[in-house]
Each structure stands twice: as structure tokens, then as C-alpha cells.
């Protein structure tokens, strides 16, 4: 998921582990079948879908904030507890997670991240406002 933003950080523990200015905050679920292509395909996706001011992209220029978010692939169908079945678990996900923001640095955009399987405090300062679903 992806949102638009005049600025966003996450902080652990109260320290400031990533902060940006105008770009995107990039909340990326990884799930069992992903793969380090994927993540490759998606990074390149992100970097140029044009859904900043004066439809420019991060390949204009803009930072992004990428933020491990499992809880994206909740179940709810049933019952009041959600189930997270469908996100891959951390020892999988996590080298994906670690893969997209290397590829997303590698095409040039300046990229600040949480903490994989930290609990965060994420602040966003929304700009639009402007929310996206991408997926591979």
C-alpha cells in the first residue's frame, strides 16, 4: 500500500529509526509465494507510478518510507480475530523486505525504513489525500 505523504518517520522505543520528507510511504506485506523477483518488479513499479504532485513519480524525485506491515494480508472473514495465515512468516519475509528496499535505493530514490518485526510508532502526514493498492 502505498500513500502519498509531505512527510512521515517511524519511530522504536522512542527513537526515530526513518524519517522522510514529501514522497511516499511504501507499507509492504509480503505473503508465502513472494518472491525476490517480485520484489525487484515492484520496487521498479513504485519508483515510477506517477501519483505525486503534478503527476510526478519517486523517479522525479520524492523520498520514501518503507514500513513492514504483515497485518496487510489479515483474514477477517470469520469470527473477530483476524487471521494471518496468509502473511509470510519473518524468516521468509524479511529478505524480501530487505530485497525491495535495495532495489528501490538501487534505481536512486532516497529510502529510510523501519525496523522489520519491531513494534513502530509510524507517523504520516498525508498529502492529498492520496492511498494506493499495488500489488504483483
Do not use: N
Not at 523501519?114 to 489525500?129: H, K, N, Q, S, T
Request: proline residues 4%; contains cysteine.
Amino acid at each position: 500500500m502505498l500513500q502519498r505523504v509531505s512527510r512521515a518517520a517511524v519511530r522504536v522505543d522512542d527513537e526515530t529509526v526513518g524519517s522522510i520528507g514529501a514522497g511516499l510511504v511504501v507499507l509492504l506485506g509480503v505473503t508465502h509465494d513472494d518472491t525476490s523477483a517480485e520484489a525487484e518488479r515492484l520496487a521498479h513499479r513504485v519508483r515510477g507510478l506517477r501519483i505525486l504532485r503534478d503527476e510526478t513519480s519517486l523517479a522525479d524525485g520524492g523520498e520514501a518510507l518503507v514500513v513492514s506491515q504483515f497485518t496487510l494480508y489479515a483474514d477477517t472473514r470469520k469470527g473477530r480475530r483476524p487471521s494471518w495465515g496468509a502473511a509470510a512468516p519473518g524468516p521468509a519475509a524479511e529478505p524480501l523486505y530487505e530485497r525491495f528496499c535495495a532495489a528501490l535505493h538501487e534505481t536512486g530514490v532516497p529510502v529510510a525504513t523501519g525496523r522489520f518485526g519491531a513494534e513502530m510508532a509510524v507517523e504520516i502526514i498525508g498529502d492529498g489525500p492520496m492511498t494506493v493498492t499495488l500489488e504483483t
